[in-house]
């Protein structure tokens, strides 16, 4: 009897600190910049942001292209994008933080930030993932491929969720960063 209440009590206790987990705001979950510097979203706190997993071999990659655009388009208004490079797909992030940094620089000429390489499904997926696509997400589950983006507005808020094949310069995409630009 006692090692079942035991029981019981740790799979809630465990449980309580899963949902504690994914309620965290965006802003307090740690992460590694591309250079491996401890870091958070914090500093982008009352910006609108487009978090987006990134890859160099994939055949949305080309989609860089205007995710730039759009970061030079919106940047003095208040927005960033942060790439969030992944391996999780075909194995199409394959390089180190190094090699993803000069694929961005050289080839796309890319001005955002970009986060070390993070896991977005599977056991060990990063805990902003967790935030972003757990059970008691705003849009929940997994990540379908490379270039899934999450729009957060400028209280940390997810605001809105696109696939992958949607294109960063797409009318949906702009309408809702432009709304969440004028959002107070």
Known sequence: MITKIFSLLCALGLAQMVMAESKHSVYDIPLKDINGKTTSLKSYQGKVLLLVNVASKCGLTPQYEA???LQKKYASKGFTIVGLPCNDFGGQEPGTNEDIQQFCSTKYNITFPLMDKVKVLGSERHPLYVRLTGSDAEYPG????NFGK?????NGSVLKRFEPKTKPDSEDVVQAVEAALAQK
């Open 67 to 69: 995710l730039e655009s």
């Open 142 to 145: 997994d990540i379908k491929w």
């Open 150 to 154: 999450f729009l957060i507005g400028k």
